[in-house]
């Protein structure tokens, strides 16, 4: 059973391009989180979302952040014009659609977005 | 808001016992996890708390106390591979709601 794949791994862009970090769950999963760490800080929860559904967006940037889940496919996080300040490391994660009590969540290799 | 404290670094010398602490204040509580993230890597799932005490797996235990709002995380017979940065996350709503991280603490086993 692969864990959660994300890809690309490593990204560069300039600034003002678009970027587009693609995260397949684990199989099985049908609950996926965004998260963001920057350098010498905690992860940052952005997003939750299930297929075709965003459940809880409080932690996304209100401008320039978008996020989808789609009915077949990989969850998308876009990041449109992107800046400087969006050099991160993103991270995605996935919990099973039963999961007794912990829900725990399942994280991917991340997506380390640089920004030039 | 929610807050989220543990000690950035500690240091430990390989075969021994470290605790790591974690204090949180969240508007409310539904579970207390523990990760270890490795440099560049993908944060692993260590342990989960709910109720008070302590749950132990392996060389691995987490103790909860929810009135004072603290865990910590017990490491024993220290191996170098166990040098990483160790998360403290805390749900604050049940089911699949979202984690809130602290920092994390870097641990570097010493031979």
């Known amino acids: 059973n692969a864990g959660v794949m994300q890809n690309p791994r490593h990204l560069v862009r300039r600034r003002g391009q678009e970027a587009r970090l693609r995260c397949s769950p684990m199989k099985g999963h049908s609950h996926v989180y965004w998260y963001r760490q920057l350098p010498e800080e905690g992860l940052k929860f952005m997003v939750y979302l299930q297929k075709e559904n965003i459940i809880d967006e409080s932690g996304m940037p209100k401008e320039r952040f978008s996020a989808e889940f789609p009915k077949e496919g990989p969850s998308i996080l876009r990041i449109q014009q992107v800046v400087r300040g969006d050099s991160a490391a993103y991270f995605c994660a996935s919990s099973p659609r039963t999961s007794g009590s912990s829900y725990e969540q399942y994280f991917g290799p991340g997506t380390r977005l640089t920004v030039t | 808001g929610q807050n989220i404290d543990q000690p950035t670094e500690m240091t430990a010398t390989e075969g021994a016992i470290v605790q790591i602490n974690c204090t949180y204040q969240?508007?409310?509580?539904?579970?207390l996890f523990w990760y270890q993230q490795h440099a560049g890597e993908a944060p692993t799932f260590l342990s989960y708390n709910v109720l008070d005490g302590l749950e132990e797996k392996g060389r691995f235990s987490s103790f909860l106390s929810r009135s004072k709002g603290y865990s910590y995380l017990l490491l024993k017979e220290l191996q170098m591979k166990d040098s990483a940065s160790y998360l403290c996350a805390v749900r604050d709503r049940g089911g699949y709601s979202t984690l809130t991280f602290g920092k994390g603490t870097m641990l570097l086993v010493s031979p």
């Open positions: 969240t508007s409310g509580f539904n579970g």
